[in-house]
């Protein structure tokens, strides 16, 4: 309850903040599985913006060696990481403190990014003793609000994975499921919609929590593994 009553608060302290003066960090990871009790992070990408600008020379890019051996085969064959590749990677305690340095004071995005949060989550209780719960907006919910309000054609309408959003957007796919490059073209998307939005006149962090904030479950109609192409 306290914890809630604390992200509450801070949304309420940015709720007036202009999307155009808001620090963003874009998060994609790459997972054993989509299993949040026994999978493990890989690796973690991230870039971060400021408004509707993508800062290209502020990434982040680490992989790790997680605690399970057992790969889900759908997930090596999606990221292309096995195992072995991964047993020299430093453990994921100190790469998760460089990373909460990194996107401090940060909104996340992502793509479906309530998966990759409660991963972050559940590994930052696990290996640092200590609570992490930023606000998280998803841009999948974005997407499918802007079809709903008409701006986005219905033909878009069954759209849910990355690269299918991202080709929709007219935004040049070279590489996925590197958690680096899903991030920057996650990015990208986060950029076109963010004009639509201006269009709609939408300027401020309240009215983008409210369309896209992944605490909103009712919006979150979208399988997991659909969207996430596991």
């Known amino acids: 309850m306290i914890r809630l009553f604390r992200k509450k608060i801070e949304k309420n302290a940015v709720s007036k903040q202009l999307i155009a003066d808001t620090n963003f ?34 990434v982040f890019y680490r992989t790790v060696s997680p605690t399970t051996k057992k790969f889900r085969k759908e997930s090596i064959m999606i990221h292309e990481i096995t195992p072995s590749e991964l047993e020299t990677c430093p453990k994921i305690g100190p790469i998760l403190r460089e990373f909460k340095d990194f996107s401090k004071d940060c909104i996340f995005v992502g793509h479906c990014v309530d998966i990759d949060l409660s991963f ?96 909103n479950r009712t919006s979150q109609t979208i399988i997991k593994k659909e969207a996430y192409q596991f």
């Open 120 to 215: 972050l989550k559940r590994e930052t209780r696990n290996n640092l003793k200590d609570f992490f719960d930023p606000i998280g907006i998803d841009t999948l919910l974005i997407y499918k609000w802007l079809i709903n309000k008409g701006i986005l054609s219905q033909d878009f309408i069954n759209k849910n994975s990355l690269e299918d959003i991202a080709l929709s957007l007219g935004i040049e796919v070279r590489e996925l499921h590197d958690a680096l490059s899903d991030a920057f073209i996650t990015a990208q998307i986060f950029q076109k919609l963010i004009i639509y939005l201006t269009e709609l006149k939408i300027f401020t962090i309240g009215e983008l929590i409210n369309i896209g904030s992944i605490d």
């Open 25 to 58: 960090v874009v998060v994609d990871t790459e997972l054993t599985g989509l299993n949040e009790f026994k999978d493990n992070i890989i690796a973690i990408g991230a870039i971060k913006m400021k408004g509707k600008t993508i800062k290209i020379g502020e």
